[in-house]
């Protein structure tokens, strides 16, 4: 059974830049979350997403934004990228009923 | 806001040392609280958690013990290994987000 799953792990990206990242959730779960971590920090909630609609927002500004798909994946987007911007991005998922957070590997953002 | 707190790293041990990593959260609706452990170029794995007050998380020797009295779930191992070198996080879900701690980096010496 797979976990959550992200894509891509790496990418490089220049400042001014609009980025995609991308979650498949684990088979039975139906909401996704996303996390900023930036280096040497602990994730920051930056929103979930549960019936293709934006449940929860983090203090995230609105230069990110996502969506969730018929089939429960996930997309981050960030518009004009900042070299703040730079940090893992965390995908999880969880079932409706009961415990199961699961989290991804992340997707590693660099901004130069 | 909510706000999870532990210690500051970095934390170094000798193998065989006992390991304990402080952790306090915010009482705000009585969250349920994880460890997770984060090891170098990788995500966050579950390590342990508790669901409610006085209940015992354990996994591969680690415990945290949830009290209420305190607001704390702190960290311990009887007997650390240089496996366990890694980042350790302590984290509470409030609502249906998780509010995570700063993090403590963990390096054991052979």
């Known amino acids: 059974d797979a976990g959550v799953t992200q894509s891509p792990t790496h990418l490089i990206k220049t400042r001014g830049q609009q980025v995609t990242l991308r979650c498949s959730p684990k088979s039975g779960h139906d909401t996704v979350s996303w996390y900023q971590q930036a280096l040497g920090q602990g994730p920051q909630f930056i929103f979930q997403?549960?019936?293709?609609?934006?449940?929860q927002r983090g203090n995230f500004p609105d230069r990110f934004s996502g969506h969730q798909f018929p089939n429960y994946s996930s997309e981050l987007n960030v518009n004009a990228l900042l070299l703040g911007d730079s940090a893992l991005y965390l995908c999880?998922?969880?079932?409706?009923?009961?415990?199961?957070?699961?989290f991804g590997s992340g997707t590693r953002l660099t901004v130069v | 806001g909510n706000s999870v707190t532990q210690m500051e790293g970095p934390v170094t041990l000798s193998e065989e040392a006992f390991l304990t990593i402080n952790c306090t959260y915010t009482a705000t609706g009585y969250p349920s609280l994880f460890w997770y452990v984060q090891y170098p170029g990788e995500g966050l794995q579950l390590l342990l958690k508790?669901?409610?007050?006085?209940d015992k998380g354990s996994n591969k020797g680690f415990e945290a013990t949830y009290r209420k009295e305190t607001t704390s779930f702190h960290l311990e191992k009887g007997s650390v290994q240089v496996s366990d070198s890694a980042v350790y996080f302590c984290a509470g879900i409030y609502g249906q987000n998780f509010v995570f701690g700063p993090g403590t980096r963990l390096s054991v010496l052979p």
């Open positions: 999880a998922s969880s079932p409706t009923v009961g415990y199961g957070y699961t």
């Open positions: 508790a669901t409610k007050a006085d």
């Open positions: 997403y549960y019936e293709e609609e934006e449940r």
